[in-house]
C-alpha cells in the first residue's frame, strides 16, 4: 500500500478526479495532493493487520431479500419525475448534444 | 414554555387537553425565530404546514383520536425527503430540490400524527462531525464555556437536529448516523441520540452517504422519548431490501427495565492515551452507577478498536463516491450549462459539491479503482469482518457495552478545520459500533471543567435496541444531568 500512495502525484490527482467527473482548477492540484496523501497514509495502518483467511465483509444487514408479485406498483409518473429536471423537451431529459 | 415539555409529557397534555397542539407548535415556532439567528439550526422553516398539521391534531384529538407523535412538534434532518418540501442534504447540488415522494421514515410519523416544523442543518452529505460543512453555513451549539462566548459547533453531521432540541426549538428530532452523526452531536448538545441497528429503520427517501453503514435515528432530551420516536420510526418497509421484516418492540416499556443481573463490558481498548481525565472519570463514574443498580461489570477486548476509523475512511467514501455518481447535472438538482456532456458533469459537479464532498469522492474513486481496489478495499472489508467478529465474541459475554460517546468536548468553530485526520477521530469512539451495525445510545451524564456536556455511550447486540434503553434510561437516572445550554428558549425570552 505504501507505494501506492507515494505514488499520488499530480497526475495521479488529475486521473482521480477525471474518473469522478470533477474538474478541478489548478491551484487546487497541490492542495489535494497533501490532503489525499495525508488521509491515504494515515489509512496504511491497516497494513499491521493480519487478515488471512478473513473473508470480506460487504454488509451487516440481516434481512433476507423476498420475493413479490410480478407487477407494476407504480408508473405514469413522468411529471413528478421530471419536476426537479434542470431542462426537458417534453417527456425527456436534455443534454448538450453528443453526436455530431 | 417549550423546555418545560418531553416528548412524552407533551404528549399526555395534549390527550388531556391542558393544551392544544397549535399552542405548543406556535410556542416552538416563536422559539425558532428568536433562536434561529444565533443557531442557524435550520435549512428550511415550515411555519404554515407546521401550523395545519397542528390543527388536524387538535381536530384528531377533539374526536378522541390520534397516534403516538400526534401534535408533537418535532424537527427533520434536511437529508430526509419530505414531499413537496424542499430537501438539500445541505448541498448546493441538491438546493433546488423538492422531492416529489416521502422518506419512508418522515411518512411513518406523519402516519402517527407528528408536526413537521422543518428541516434542519447537516454537515454535506452527513459527511462531517461538525456541521461545518454545510452550503448553507455553520450550526451553532446552543451550549458555551462557562465564562466565555466562543462559538462552539454542536458535533455533526446531525448538527442541527440536535441544536434544535437541546436549545428548546422541537421536541425531538431526526438524525442518520453513518460513523456516529447521531451519537457524537448528542453528546457535544447534551441531549439523547440513538442509532439503531442497521436495517432498524428504512432508508428508502433518505439520501444515501454510504449505504451500507447509513441508518436513521432519533434525538430528544429524554431516553424514553427516542424510544418513543423510534418505536414510530422503525419498521419493515418493502422499499428498502435491507429493512428487516420483524416487530418493533415498545421501546418505551423497555425504558423501565432496570439493569439488575445484566453484564455490562467495559471494552479495555476505548482507553486512549490521550483521554482527556475529565472523560475517563465519568466513565469509571457510570460504571460505578450501573454496579450500583445491579449489573454485573465485566472486562472485555475489541482488540481491532484502534482499525475502526482507518476501515470506516475507505468503505465510507468507497460507497459515497458510487451513491454521489448521480449527481450528474441532468435529471434533478444544479446544472453547470457547458457546450459538451463531459464538461457538463465535471463543471456542474465542482460547482456543486463542498470541499470535504470532493476529498471523500476522490478517495473512494481512488480506493476503488483499477490496482488499488484490493490493498484499500477489498483490505478494509476483511478488517470490517474482524470488527464484527470483536463485537460477537464479546456479545457472548455481556448484554451491552459502555463507552464514552466521544474524545472531547464540543470544540470551537474553526478548530480542528485545517487537517481532515483531526476531524475524523471525533468518531473513534462511535465508528466500530457503525462497522458492525449494531445498536448505540449516547446520553447525557456530566459536565467538563467548562460547563460544557459529556456523554456516555451505551453499544447493544443486533435488534437488541430493547436493552440499550433500559442500560441508558438507568444512567439518566443515576446523572439526574440538569444543565441547561446557555441559550435556550426560556419563558420571557
Redo the contacts between chains.
Keep these: ?1 505504501s507505494s ?1 500512495s507515494a505514488a ?1 502525484d499530480p497526475a495521479a ?1 488529475r486521473r ?2 477525471r ?7 489548478d491551484e487546487d492540484v497541490a492542495q ?1 495532493q497533501s ?2 496523501g ?3 497514509g ?5 497494513n ?2 493480519d ?1 488471512s483467511g ?10 433476507t ?2 420475493m ?1 408479485e410480478d407487477v407494476v406498483t407504480d408508473g405514469d ?1 413522468t411529471e ?2 421530471l ?5 426537458h423537451s417534453g417527456p425527456f ?1 436534455t ?2 448534444k ?1 453526436v455530431e | 414554555m417549550t423546555l418545560e415539555f418531553t416528548l412524552a409529557t407533551a404528549r399526555d397534555a395534549l390527550r388531556a387537553r391542558r393544551i392544544s397542539a397549535r399552542e405548543l407548535t406556535e410556542a416552538h415556532l416563536a422559539a425558532i425565530d428568536a433562536l434561529e439567528p444565533e443557531l442557524h439550526a435550520f435549512i428550511t422553516v415550515t411555519p404554515e404546514q407546521a401550523l395545519a398539521q397542528a390543527d388536524a391534531a387538535d381536530a384528531a384529538l377533539g374526536r378522541g383520536e390520534g397516534g403516538p407523535l400526534t401534535g408533537l412538534p418535532v424537527a427533520i434532518k434536511d437529508l430526509f425527503c419530505t414531499k413537496g418540501v424542499r430537501t438539500t442534504a445541505a448541498s448546493r447540488i441538491l438546493e433546488p430540490f423538492v422531492p416529489p415522494y416521502e422518506s419512508t421514515v418522515t411518512a411513518n410519523m406523519l402516519r402517527d400524527g407528528a408536526v413537521f416544523l422543518g428541516k434542519t442543518n447537516l454537515d454535506e452529505f452527513a459527511m462531517g462531525s461538525s456541521t461545518t460543512t454545510s452550503a448553507f453555513g455553520a450550526t451553532i451549539n446552543p451550549w458555551q464555556r462557562r465564562g466565555a462566548n466562543t462559538q462552539l459547533v454542536p458535533g455533526g453531521s446531525s448538527g442541527g437536529s440536535a441544536a434544535a432540541v437541546a436549545a428548546g426549538m422541537a421536541l425531538a428530532s431526526t438524525g442518520t448516523d453513518t460513523g456516529g452523526s447521531i451519537r457524537q452531536p448528542a453528546s457535544f448538545c447534551g441531549i439523547v441520540g440513538m442509532k439503531p441497528t442497521y436495517g432498524r429503520c428504512s432508508r428508502f427517501g433518505v439520501v444515501a452517504f454510504a449505504s451500507s453503514l447509513d441508518q436513521p435515528g432519533p434525538f430528544a432530551r429524554t431516553v424514553e422519548d427516542t424510544a418513543i420516536l423510534l418505536g414510530s420510526m422503525a419498521g419493515h418497509d418493502p422499499k428498502d431490501s435491507t429493512s428487516v421484516n420483524r416487530p418493533v418492540p415498545d421501546y418505551a416499556a423497555a425504558c423501565r427495565r432496570g439493569v439488575r443481573g445484566l453484564r455490562i463490558g467495559i471494552p479495555r481498548e476505548y482507553h486512549s492515551d490521550g483521554m482527556p481525565a475529565e472523560i475517563e472519570a465519568l466513565w469509571t463514574q457510570g460504571i460505578a452507577w450501573l454496579r450500583e443498580a445491579g449489573a454485573e461489570i465485566v472486562d472485555v477486548s475489541l482488540p481491532h478498536t484502534k482499525y475502526g476509523l482507518a476501515t470506516y475512511y475507505i468503505v465510507a467514501p468507497a460507497e459515497a463516491s458510487s451513491n454521489l455518481a448521480r449527481y450528474d447535472g441532468v435529471r434533478f438538482g444544479l446544472r453547470v450549462p457547458a457546450n459538451d456532456l463531459t464538461d457538463l458533469y465535471e463543471e456542474t459537479r465542482a460547482a456543486g459539491f463542498g470541499a470535504e464532498v470532493r476529498r471523500r469522492i476522490l478517495i473512494g474513486t481512488y480506493v476503488l479503482s483499477a490496482g488499488y481496489y484490493d490493498a484499500y478495499y477489498l483490505k478494509a472489508q476483511k478488517v470490517r469482518a474482524l470488527i464484527l467478529r470483536d463485537f460477537t465474541d464479546a456479545f457472548e459475554r455481556v448484554d451491552a457495552l459502555l463507552t464514552p460517546t466521544a474524545p472531547s468536548a464540543a470544540f470551537a468553530l474553526g478548530e480542528k478545520n485545517d487537517d481532515p485526520v483531526q476531524m475524523y477521530l471525533n468518531d473513534v469512539f462511535t465508528v466500530p459500533a457503525s462497522i458492525a451495525g449494531v445498536p448505540g445510545i449516547s446520553v447525557p451524564a456530566g459536565v467538563d471543567g467548562d460547563g460544557l456536556p459529556l456523554g456516555l455511550q451505551v453499544i447493544g447486540r443486533h435488534f437488541d435496541e430493547e436493552t440499550v434503553f433500559a442500560v441508558g434510561s438507568v444512567l439518566e437516572q443515576a446523572a439526574e444531568f440538569s444543565a441547561k445550554p446557555a441559550i435556550r428558549m426560556e419563558a420571557g425570552r
Design positions: 500500500m501506492a499520488l490527482v482521480i478526479a474518473l469522478a467527473r470533477i474538474r478541478l482548477a489535494l490532503e489525499l495525508a488521509i491515504l494515515w489509512i496504511e495502518q491497516l499491521e493487520v487478515v478473513v473473508d470480506p465483509l460487504a454488509s451487516v444487514g440481516s434481512a431479500l423476498t413479490r409518473q413528478a419525475v419536476a426537479n429536471a434542470p431542462a431529459y443534454v448538450p453528443v
